[in-house]
C-alpha cells in the first residue's frame, strides 16, 4: 500500500504543504506554501488549509502542527498564534472542513519527530532535545526515541520573562543583535536547558539552522549541540508523520 501522507506545517508566517514519502522523509511531490492569514482565526487558517491540500493534490489522510500544546486534539495555548484557537478540537474541524483524516500534534514535537526518523536524531538514544529557533523557542523532547510531548521548554523563565521573548531567532531580527551576541543568549539558554534536563544531545532546527554557521560555534556547552538537516521542510514532514494512515490509528481518531 501506498507509504505516502500529506503534512501540513501551520506557522506564523506561513502555511507550508506538501505529500511525503513516509519511507524516505523526502517531499514526494510540489511544495506548496501560502501566508498566514491575519488574524489567524480558527476559520481563517482552515480556509488556507483546505487550500494548501487542494493544489498538495490526491487524497487521504493529513497531518497538521499548530505552534501550541495540543492535548487529547484541543488546542490547550495560543503564544504565538490567535487566542481564539483555544479550546478548538483541531483533528475535529479539520476533518469537518477537509472530508479527510486528520492529525494534529504541536509544530516542534513534528520536526523533531521528523529529525529523530530521518535527520540529525537518527540512531541516537537517550535524551534528545531538538529546539526550534523561529517566533518563538519550540521544544520537542525525546526518551530513547520516545517523545514526551508538548514539552514547551521555550517558556522557561531566563532573564525575568520567557527564553523566547529573549532568546528566540525573531529577537535577534527585532533588535537586531549580532550573530555573536545572540549566540551568548542562546549558551544561556542551553546551559540552563543542561541544568534542568541533562540531554545526551541537542538539535537546533527552525528555518535559522541552515545558518548555523554562522552562530553555533560560538555555543560551548557540555552536550553536544547540532544543527538539523531538514531545515524548513521538517514540519511538513514531521506532521505528516502523524497522519492517521494505518486503519489502528483511523479508528483511534474517528473513536475520539
Ligand atoms: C509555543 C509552542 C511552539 C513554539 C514554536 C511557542 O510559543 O508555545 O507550542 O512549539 O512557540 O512555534
Partial sequence: MTNHAIGVDIGGTGIKGARVDLASGQLAGERVRIATPQPATPDAIVDVVNRVIERVGGDGPVGLTLPAVIRGNVVRTAANIDPGWIGVNAVDTFAAATGRRIGAVNDADAAGLAEMRYGAGRDRSGVVIMITLGTGI?????????????????????????????????????????????????????????????????????????????????????????PAELFNDAGIVGAALFAPVTDASTKETTDQ
Fill in 138 to 226: 519550540g521544544s520537542a523532547v525525546f526518551v530513547d526515541g520516545n517523545l514526551v510531548p508538548n514539552s514547551e521548554l521555550g517558556h522557561l523563565p531566563l532573564r525575568q520573562v520567557d527564553a523566547e521573548d529573549w532568546a528566540a531567532e525573531s529577537v535577534r531580527e527585532l533588535e537586531d543583535l549580532s550573530w555573536k551576541k545572540w549566540a551568548r543568549r542562546l549558551q544561556a539558554y542551553f546551559e540552563m536547558l543542561e541544568r534542568l534536563m541533562w540531554p545526551d544531545l541537542i538539535i537546533v532546527g527552525g528555518g535559522v539552522s541552515k545558518k548555523s554557521a554562522k552562530f553555533l560555534h560560538h555555543i560551548d556547552v557540555q552536550t553536544d549541540v547540532v
